[in-house]
């Protein structure tokens, strides 16, 4: 049987990463004892929950495009009501009403604060945004460190069991896996930054908030992806959603801490 090698392929430094560039093929090491396959087991089963993560990222970043569509349209309508009671204010001034005036005093000075909370809040969305971005590039770096690693179980069960297809070489799947691993530090470094930064925008966001709602005497209920929300076992702070993305360990000697929160093809080897 031939063994089929994909040759990766080249991308931009903030596009999609490549796919693996080789596979060992499964049906090689299919005849051995089942209880001699327990890393591959384990290192398949962390590729699934990778492929999960990074499923769970992408509906993330579709959700937060959606809450940034509304809070841009909920800016302007507050910029509306600003425009509104800064009429209102100027028609109490001319009725020399001071009950009115103070009134509309009051109510032009809540609107210039729900403005400038609205506004804000875009910019927290956006910073959200910008942080979901480098998360699914951290969760597909994952998913195809990952699955080198279960390449690498592969060709290491096949190597203690003495098989050899043409053109087999363990080194290089070893040399794969390590490359990834590289490759998910430095993706994770980056989510880490960018969520840095959205959490400073979230809470310049909810002081302008507070200001607003304390000045118009009542609570607002906008959406916060980040508030925390304690699940058991899982991250509070990660993704919209509340999951823990990259934190499950591997059975390879290198681990890759958790990014706060998110295939290869051919059957061949090499």
């Known amino acids: 049987m031939a063994l089929a090698l994909a040759a990766a392929c080249g991308g931009s430094s903030d596009g999609p990463p490549p796919?693996?560039?080789?596979?060992?093929?499964?049906?090689?090491?299919?005849?051995?004892?089942?209880?001699?396959?327990?890393?591959?087991?384990?290192?398949?089963?962390?590729?699934?929950?990778?492929?999960r993560e990074q499923a769970k990222a992408e509906a993330d970043q579709r959700e937060q495009k959606l809450q940034l569509d509304v809070a841009k349209n909920e800016a302007r309508a507050?910029?509306?009501?600003?425009?509104?009671?800064?009429?209102r204010e100027k028609m109490a001034q001319q009725s020399a009403d001071m009950n009115r005036i103070n009134e509309a005093t009051r109510e032009k000075r809540g609107a210039e604060l729900a403005r400038n909370a609205a506004d804000e809040r875009v910019k927290y969305y956006q910073a959200y945004g910008a942080w979901l971005h480098r998360l699914l590039r951290y969760t597909q770096e994952n998913t195809y460190w990952r699955e080198s690693q279960y390449e690498l179980a592969k060709a290491r069960l096949a190597q203690k069991n003495n098989i050899a297809p043409a053109g087999f070489n363990y080194d290089n799947f070893v040399q794969q896996e390590q490359q990834r691993a590289k490759r998910v530090q430095a993706a994770k470094a980056k989510a880490d930054g960018a969520k840095g930064a959205a959490l400073d925008a979230r809470q310049r966001w909810l002081v302008l908030q507070g200001e607003a709602d304390k000045t118009l005497g009542k609570k607002s209920e906008f959406p916060d992806p980040m508030s925390p929300r304690p699940v058991e076992g899982t991250d509070p702070t990660a993704g919209s959603g509340g999951s823990t993305i990259g934190g499950t360990s591997s059975g390879s000697d290198q681990q890759v801490p958790p990014a706060e929160d998110s295939t290869g093809a051919g059957n061949g080897s090499e």
Request: glycine share 4%; charged share 20%.
């Open 78 to 87: 507050a910029k509306l009501d600003l425009d509104s009671a800064t009429q």
């Open 19 to 51: 796919p693996l560039g080789r596979h060992f093929q499964e049906s090689f090491i299919a005849g051995l004892p089942v209880d001699q396959q327990s890393e591959v087991i384990k290192t398949q089963s962390d590729y699934n929950v990778a492929q």
